[in-house]
């Protein structure tokens, strides 16, 4: 189910990666999708005392998180630990590639939480969705879109072909 989720993530990624790269303008429909839920969460706190510290906060977190995530997975490869399948197998090498471009959605979602603290503006907080559509209008935004892209297609197929090659328990 996982890999599915993924797997759709990244068919939408490479929709927005096509439409900006060609400048069309279809993406204004799903600019708003899924930033709802962190534009209120940035706007709640906000409310409270030292919100903005905390929002700024949240978003050095999130980017903790995504490194932690790169190291553990990608550097210190544990998702292969409960793989049946060698160190240089393609079911490895997709795990990598996929957990690489998870880590970079997170990283990107935790700077424009940070963003968002710095302007003082809940409407710069975005979800995965968004961060993603704010990246594509970066000068290199684009290019590291269709990698994300590429990526999580990557990861959509790896959590796929996992069901296939994990350790029985």
Request: charged share 15%; aromatic share 10%.
């Amino acid at each position: 189910m996982l890999g599915v989720v993924y797997l759709s993530l990244a068919i939408t990624t490479l929709g927005v990666t096509i439409a900006n790269w060609t400048g069309s303008d279809d993406t204004a429909a799903s600019e708003d999708s899924g930033d709802e839920g962190s534009q209120q969460a940035a706007s709640t706190l906000f409310e409270w005392p030292a919100g903005r510290w905390l929002v700024g906060i949240l978003g050095v977190a999130v980017i903790g998180y995504a490194g932690y995530n790169f190291h553990k997975q990608v550097v210190r490869r544990k998702f292969s630990e409960r793989l049946d399948a060698g160190e240089g197998s393609w079911v490895v090498r997709l795990g990598l590639v996929g957990y690489t471009a998870q880590s970079l959605v997170y990283a990107v979602v935790g700077y424009l939480f940070i963003q968002a603290a710095i302007a003082f503006k809940s409407t710069t907080a975005k979800g995965p969705s968004g961060a993603l559509i704010e990246l594509a209008d970066t000068t290199s935004g684009k290019v590291l879109l269709s990698i994300i892209a590429i990526g999580l297609l990557a990861y959509g197929v790896f959590c796929i072909a996992e069901a296939k090659y994990r350790k029985a328990a």
